[in-house]
Nanobody, 118 residues
Framework: QVQLVESGGGLVQPGGSLRLSCAASGFTFSRYAMRWYRQAPGKERELVAAITSGGGSTNYADSMKGRFTISRDNAQNTVSLQMNSLKPEDTAVYYC???????????WGQGTQVTVSS
């Protein structure tokens, strides 16, 4: 049974930091690229960051560059998102996504709420 379980969300003040984690099980994690998406109320889901299966390459949405860092631990089957200098506009539900590089297979977590507010 495939599972992606996000954790680490919560309420943080502007300028603060949070670290999101996603624990994967039920599939060969090291073969999948991993992505973080987010969806704010009334908005479409957007890509936040991505990392290749081996962790050697990362990509970020322009508004997250320099503030967010994606990383993965293939031994622990986890992917993380370190978020610094958070802004109110970062408020959203953050989702973990696994994508197979060669087949049309994609898995999603249930999401974790991040709220940036004073």
């Amino acid at each position: 049974q495939v599972q992606l379980v996000e954790s680490g969300g919560g309420l943080v003040q502007p300028g603060g930091s949070l670290r999101l984690s996603c624990a994967a099980s039920g599939f060969t994690f090291s073969r999948y690229a991993m992505r973080w998406y987010r969806q704010a109320p009334g908005k479409e889901r957007e890509l936040v960051a991505a990392i290749t299966s081996g962790g050697g390459s990362t990509n970020y949405a322009d508004s997250m560059k320099g503030r967010f860092t994606i990383s993965r631990d293939n031994a622990q089957n986890t992917v993380s998102l370190q978020m610094n200098s958070l802004k109110p506009e970062d408020t959203a539900v953050y989702y973990c996504n696994a994508v197979h590089p060669a087949y049309p297979v994609s898995y999603w977590g249930q999401g974790t709420q991040v709220t940036v507010s004073s």
